[in-house]
């Protein structure tokens, strides 16, 4: 058996293997992989060794999917499924989303640290982008605490705010590779 790289086609030759007649060497494509077998009996074998990997890979992607659930169910007490986070992410805006990116990626950020993100002028306009996170997670039924959380601090009679991302909601965009898209 021999693994070479496909030549780049036009078309959607590589979803079926080329029976090369004479020799009759059977080739099969299989991710962005040519695999030459000597004879039929091999590439009856190497389709069911693909078919088996493909089944594996799609019960170890469920099996993880469930663990991640019981995981964060055990830890919050709240159960952030990929489905209900991908509908969050999905319904917010893009300012929504440069908020959480920025406090999934640092833990905390000031009042400043966002408004200045956002090039935003004051904390009122930053109200409204955080209301409207909170909005959209009451229409799915997730507590807004659950995102992210609101921290007063005062120092010599001045008050800043500073904004953390709740655990349970870290844990769910890290569990998701939000980040990575």
């Not at 989303?97 to 009042?111: F, G, I, P, Q, Y």
Request: hydrophobic share 35%; charged share 30%; net charge positive.
């Amino acid at each position: 058996m021999k693994i070479t790289q496909p030549k780049n086609r036009l078309t959607n030759a590589y979803k079926r293997g080329i029976l090369t007649l004479g020799s009759i060497m059977v080739k099969i494509t299989y991710h962005d992989k040519l695999i030459e077998c000597e004879d039929a009996e091999e590439a009856i074998k190497i389709l069911k060794a693909i078919e088996h990997e493909e089944e594996f890979a799609r019960l170890t992607t469920n099996a993880r999917r469930v663990r991640i659930e019981e995981d964060a169910r055990r830890k919050f007490g709240y159960t952030w499924t990929a489905q209900v986070f991908r509908q969050l992410v999905d319904s917010l805006g893009e300012s929504q989303k440069r908020v959480l990116t920025l406090l999934v990626r640092k833990n905390k950020a000031s009042d400043e640290e966002l408004r200045k993100t956002l090039k935003l002028e004051s904390n009122q306009q930053l109200a409204g982008v955080l209301s409207g996170i909170s909005k959209q997670a009451a229409a799915l039924n997730i507590p807004a605490r659950s995102i992210f959380l609101i921290e007063n601090e005062s120092k010599g009679g001045e008050t800043t705010k500073t904004y953390a991302v709740a655990s349970e909601f870290s844990y769910t965009a890290t569990e998701n590779n939000w980040l990575d898209e």
